[in-house]
């Protein structure tokens, strides 16, 4: 894939932290609809460099284009007004809100214009109440609508900032460890949320951190492994999985 064909283009990319190298040297290329796995072990630098896509951190180094535009120095608002929404590895929301107005404030904070998002925060507009109901389906939440989400169980609170993606219609889902943390039927539940999504919106773009193999291999079609802050590996989920580059590294960060 050549850069021009790509919704998502990384390169020559870094970023440390004060003096630390999270990652470094990393060149991807994300085409439109595809969905990706990126793994490796802990440390490996998966969050940053979600985080340096999403516009939460600055690369050091290097340059993210996203749809045609040199994004590299967007905040994240920006970046969410473009189409690129993420999840966390632990789950931001408003505590003291219900689950449907966490919603809300999400398909609200994706709209075009320049203000801020409560200056067209609208409980009322029936296009958001749609999205939203549409989300909370999807994710199967509906239950949970007017439940404060400070009150949630772990579980639940992932889910939330899941369908907190998903109602905005994005053209790029970023999710960093949607499962981590689940129960068994938490997980499987939000696997299912995510193969719909997958099956029935397929110019959405899909990337997600794991480690649990069950997520890579419902939802993705690409695996890309990091280790020590550097792309190793890329190609399909069986290659990199099964590959010995793989359980080198998952190795030798369980022994080192
Ligand atoms: N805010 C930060 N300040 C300093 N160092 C950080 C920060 N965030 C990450 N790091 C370091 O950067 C490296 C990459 O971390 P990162 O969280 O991106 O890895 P990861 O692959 O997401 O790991 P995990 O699987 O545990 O989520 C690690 O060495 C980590 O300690
Ligand atoms: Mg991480």
């Keep these: ?34 969905r990706v796995a990126i793994i490796g072990p802990n440390g490996a630098g998966k969050s940053t460099l979600f985080g340096t896509i999403a516009g939460e951190h600055r690369p050091t180094k290097g340059r993210i284009v996203f749809d045609g535009r040199d994004v590299t120095s967007w905040p994240p608002s920006r970046l969410t007004k473009a189409g690129l929404s993420r999840t966390f590895q632990v789950a931001r929301l408003f505590g003291s809100m219900t689950v449907r107005d966490n919603l809300i404030v999400a398909a609200t904070a994706c709209r075009g214009g320049q203000g801020a998002w409560w200056d067209s925060f609208d409980k009322q507009d029936p296009a958001v109440i749609e999205r939203v109901d549409r989300a909370l389906g999807r994710t199967s939440l509906t239950g949970l609508a007017d439940q404060e989400a400070a009150t949630l169980a772990q579980g639940a609170r992932k889910t939330l900032e899941l369908a907190m993606a998903i109602v905005q219609e994005p053209k790029v889902l970023l999710l960093d460890e949607p499962t981590a943390g689940m129960s068994l039927d938490d997980a499987r539940a939000t696997i299912q949320a995510l193969v719909g999504i997958c099956r029935d919106q397929p110019d959405v773009t899909v ?29 399909t989920p069986d290659e990199v999985t099964g590959h010995a580059i793989t359980h080198e590294v998952y190795l030798g960060s369980k022994h080192g």
């Design 207 to 235: 990337v997600i951190t794991a480690h649990d193999m069950d997520v890579i291999f419902a939802v993705a079609e690409r695996v890309v492994l990091m280790a020590q802050g550097k792309v190793v590996l890329d190609g």
């Design 1 to 34: 894939m050549t850069s021009a064909e790509s919704l998502i283009s990384v390169r020559g990319v870094a970023k440390s932290y004060g003096g630390v190298l999270a990652i470094s040297d990393i060149d991807l290329d994300i085409a439109q609809g595809e």
